[in-house]
């Protein structure tokens, strides 16, 4: 039971989502057609009750691709195929390889049903063994429109609606354990903070990571717990026997070939696991791994996207501040809200949703848009739903002209909002590295890169300290003010020019800011002219002055 319970909690507490409703035949007459009634049958029984007369023989076809690998997936092998016929004749597929139902059965029986049913649009169907026996199909004559398996001689239902919605198990979930730091992240709901306990304090923080400089890992925290990154140093397995020093030959035996691939530069393969998002980077081992994590805690009851973009469109177009301020009342885990300098949006990369307007006056939100990518779960009009009905998404797509309920969206059918991410971060730290080899300035001892940190928008600048032989970890200093003119009094010293503000050092080890020339009611008046022999010199703009500086024995930077 400990292992079915495990499993429940891997399908994101599916008990609660999804009704199944286990029960001998006595307690099920009401949802199961004719000739389906009879005494239950103990487990390895010949035959199941009631369905054991062979289904008619129909022209056989090709097992559809995707049902074939749904059945590979679990090991089960297609005797043949045939497709829906007239009068409602259902689609019947004779397999052989069932696993033996046992504690994990619920979890193969859902994952089959939302397989197949997707496959088939929803249609009837029915499975059969090679004895012909039904051990599975879908009920047509049942009011409540309840799915039907049979399993060690008791009929099971499942609610047709759940499974629509229900995300089926990974395979890697069941069996592959996680290492703490993934699974505290799990066990907290990937909530901010949840893996304090594991990780403890941070040494710094750099590029939006938190630094955990000894244990080689990274947290990408804020809102949400966005991302981990284990360093290739990371010496434990991350998940299964996978690691940073795993092959790929080792990491595609359990996890099969890599969706999502990106060759060099960037140099970056990766997964869509259940719980969490896996990406291995490097063009060798060992690799850095990324984890975005898919299933965030929170979330509230009401009316779905369709509903909310519904009611804020107006003649002139989306009120996107109302819509915005909705979709983070409904969903509270989204990774960054921005409301400045013209701006008013939300993002979802796990949610594969990403909403902004360009803001042209207080009221004025034409043109608002609301970006929908390939990795986006839920419905978008009434009939159709997402993954459930892509194909029929891409259809309309091509077509010259959008229904009036998609006209609000922009698709991008064929990106997931999740690998932009895990390539932006890449693209990010690679054009940060040959920044600071290009522009950063490095201390006397060779020890300290400093570079200035430029995000545009002065409340996000500050100054990027890189240790080249990585005996420290790299750290990002918020300094609220754009900087320039850098220079080092000693290797433990940087002096820099700071917008607002005049002059300014940092203690390497103190980790703090030293005024050493700074102006009134935000002037920068105060400008670095050289640094030598023990004297800055600087001017006002009108005149230069000196200013001696010393060290005493400790290292300390001493000032008049």
């Known amino acids: 039971m400990g292992n079915w319970k495990k499993i429940m909690f891997w399908g994101i507490a599916a008990a609660a989502v999804f009704s199944l409703a286990g029960c001998q035949e006595d307690a099920g007459k009401e949802a199961l057609p004719?000739?389906?009634?009879?005494?239950?049958?103990?487990a390895g029984a010949s035959s199941s009750p009631g369905i054991t007369s062979p289904s008619p023989a129909p022209s056989s076809a090709a097992v559809p691709e995707d049902i074939g690998k749904l059945l590979a997936d679990k090991v089960i092998t297609p005797i043949s195929y045939t497709p829906p016929g007239e009068d409602k004749q259902p689609a019947l597929l004779r397999v052989k390889g069932m696993p033996s139902p046992e504690l994990n059965v619920e979890g193969l029986y859902r994952d089959l049903f939302y397989?197949?049913?997707?496959?088939?649009?929803?249609?009837?169907?029915?499975?059969?063994d090679e004895q012909s026996t039904a051990f599975m199909e879908t009920d047509a004559a049942s009011p409540k429109a309840f799915r039907l398996a049979k399993m060690k001689g008791e009929a099971y239902f499942f609610d047709?609606?759940?499974?629509?919605?229900?995300?089926?198990?990974d395979p890697l979930a069941t069996a592959a354990k996680l290492n703490p730091v993934l699974q505290a992240g799990l066990d907290g709901g990937w909530a901010p903070g949840s893996l304090t306990t594991v990780l403890g304090k941070q040494d710094s923080s750099f590029n939006g990571y938190d630094i955990y400089f000894d244990k080689h890992v990274e947290v990408e925290g804020g809102n949400i717990l966005s991302s981990i990154l284990f360093r290739k140093e990371y010496a434990p397995p991350v998940i299964g026997n996978l690691g940073t020093a795993s092959t790929r030959a080792d990491i595609e035996s359990l996890l099969g070939k890599p969706p999502f691939e990106q060759p060099a530069p960037l140099s970056v393969f990766g997964y869509k696991l259940e719980p969490f998002y896996l990406f291995f980077t490097g063009e060798a081992p060992p690799y850095d791994i990324s984890v975005y994590p898919r299933r965030m805690s929170g979330g509230n009851n009401g009316p779905e996207l369709p509903e909310l973009t519904a009611a804020n469109t107006g003649e002139n177009g989306i009120d996107v501040q109302r819509l915005v301020d909705q979709m983070r009342e409904k969903w509270p885990d989204y990774e960054t809200f921005s409301n400045s300098r013209g701006s008013y949006g939300v993002t979802y990369p796990h949610r594969g949703i990403w909403t902004e307007d360009l803001l042209s006056g207080d009221t004025d939100y034409k043109g608002g848009v609301i970006q929908v990518y390939v990795n986006y779960e839920g419905q978008l009009t009434e009939d159709i739903r997402l993954p459930q009905d892509a194909d029929k998404l891409k259809k309309l797509a091509a077509a010259p002209d959008w229904s009036e309920p998609l006209a609000s969206y922009r698709f991008r059918l064929h990106e997931d909002m999740v690998f932009n991410r895990e390539q932006e971060r890449l693209q990010n730290e690679q054009f940060i590295r040959d920044a600071a080899a290009k522009e950063g300035v490095t201390s006397p001892n060779g020890r300290i890169i400093a570079k200035a940190k430029d995000n545009t928008t002065?409340?996000?600048?500050?100054?990027?300290?890189?240790?080249?032989?990585?005996?420290?970890?790299s750290r990002e200093v918020h300094i609220?003010?754009?900087?320039?003119n850098i220079s080092w009094l000693s290797d433990r010293y940087v002096i820099f020019e700071a917008s607002f503000r005049g002059i300014v050092a940092y203690d390497t080890v103190q980790n703090k800011l030293i005024n050493i020339k700074t102006s009134p009611d935000y002037a920068d008046d105060y400008r670095l002219v050289e640094i030598k022999d023990g004297i800055i010199r600087y001017t006002d703009g009108k005149t230069e002055a000196d200013l001696p500086y010393s060290f005493n024995k400790k290292g300390e930077l001493v000032l008049p």
């Open 34 to 42: 004719s000739g389906l009634s009879g005494s239950p049958v103990t």
């Open 115 to 128: 397989g197949l049913g997707n496959a088939l649009k929803w249609t009837l169907f029915r499975v059969e």
């Open 160 to 169: 047709k609606e759940s499974i629509r919605k229900y995300q089926p198990l």
């Open 458 to 473: 002065y409340e996000h600048a500050g100054l990027y300290l890189f240790y080249p032989g990585k005996e420290q970890p």
């Open 480 to 484: 609220g003010n754009f900087i320039w």
